[in-house]
């Protein structure tokens, strides 16, 4: 299970008052998305040093949301004081470079042209495709189901992602 550390100060301010007295201080919050989806996780008060963490249910949110090492939490509250939470994906080190061709640059595209392609693709219509070679990426070509599994995600933009690699001794990593 991975938790997640919130800082002292958001913790106080955004969640409700946890009582300290108790063996586990914790409690559950109920913050929603912006796909207007809730989740319930638990916030407590442990570990070695102690400190606020986020922990039941919270490793099926990183799932469905796809985080990665440096995304972050934003928690805020409405004018009906319900609690929300938004991610602040984190940016590559190449920032916003544009190319007026199709192809951005570092093996980039543009989102348009990704979403272009999703069209035609389901349509059964011929797409362009710009392939970049890694050592040990021998699979170019994806399965329909695997297809039709990843367009189920709701992607968005700057999301990263973890690609499983062959290595040249044929273990594999991700």
Known sequence: MVDSLVLSIASESFFPPLDYLDMLPSKD????DVHGE????KRAYKGMPKRHLLT???SGFVTDKLLVSGDSLVFVRDEHNDLHVGIRRLTS???ELRISDKVMGFGKVRD???IEAVKLGVNMKPFD???YPRVGSPE???KPSLISTTLQIRWCCGMMFKMTIETEDSSRIS
């Open 56 to 58: 039941t249910r919270w």
């Open 38 to 41: 809730t989740w319930r996780f």
């Open 140 to 142: 170019f070509s994806m």
């Open 29 to 32: 919050i109920y913050p929603t």
């Open 129 to 131: 495709v710009v392939y």
């Open 112 to 114: 348009e042209d990704v």
């Open 93 to 95: 080190s190449f920032g």
